[in-house]
């Protein structure tokens, strides 16, 4: 199996390019990228069966590169460092979405189920455009990712998270919990722009639930009932974030 791997990160590359040596001999490299640019050079350039392809590059994203890119006749499988971007990789049918750190028992599996498949994509380049520009950011769902499971929730249904060490609880409306893989700073990335807040170092509150404020023992009250304590350095920047919402 001929394949090229596009990443930014040199010593990430070298890494990666390693481990298939040792776990995946059947994997040959014959070009690497390090970006968007230099990537849709080496592809036009090369015969292979499997790009590796990074999602957060110098010069654009590696959905930037298929987008350029007149057809897609072999299998991707995206190598990152995020899980918001796991529903567009599948959308475009990736072959696989690892996740950084990867795992060699991981990386092992990927390329056996490959290997057994033996799929060729042959996405045009209209089909792919039109896959692409259909974001699932818009569908407000994201994915939810731990070392056993991916679960695709809608945001919305998302109650409040909370940190739990390198980890985030998750929980949902139904009161089901889910642990995340990543720390509770991600997900305030991923979740301010649906009206999310930090109301304390370790919550993260969905504004949409929020039943009332106690400023005076300082904790939020869920629309279940539950409570949330709200840190005193974060009050007054949750009162008008709650005013904006509600009253315009």
Do not use: W
């Amino acid at each position: 199996m001929r394949a090229i791997i596009i990443e930014d990160e040199i010593n990430v590359r070298a890494g990666f390019i390693k481990m298939l040596n040792k776990f995946c001999p059947e994997v040959v490299i014959v070009a690497e990228a390090g970006g968007v640019n230099e990537g849709c050079e080496v592809i036009q350039q090369s015969d292979f069966d499997l790009l590796f392809l990074d999602i957060n590059l110098p010069d654009g994203t590696g959905f930037d590169l298929l987008k350029r890119l007149e057809n897609v006749p072999f299998d991707i499988i995206f190598v990152t460092a995020y899980d918001q971007y796991a529903l567009d990789a599948f959308k475009i049918s990736a072959s696989d979405y690892l996740m950084k750190p990867v795992s060699p028992i991981e990386l092992k599996k990927s390329i056996e189920q490959l290997s057994q498949n033996k799929s060729q994509r042959g996405l045009t380049k209209q089909v792919l455009k039109e896959r692409l520009n259909t974001n699932y950011q818009q569908e407000d769902k994201i994915i939810i990712r731990n070392t056993e499971t991916l679960e695709i929730v809608s945001v919305s249904d998302i109650n409040y998270c909370q940190a739990e060490g390198s980890y985030t609880s998750i929980y949902l409306c139904d009161k089901t919990k889910l642990v995340a893989s990543l720390n509770l700073k991600e997900y305030e990335r991923l979740l301010q722009p649906y009206g999310f807040e930090r109301t304390h170092h370790s919550y993260l509150v969905n504004l949409g639930h929020v039943k009332s404020l106690n400023k005076i023992d300082s904790y939020l009250v869920m629309k279940n009932d539950g409570t949330i304590p709200l840190s005193k350095r974060k009050k007054n920047s949750l009162v008008l974030a709650l005013e904006k919402r509600f009253l315009g």
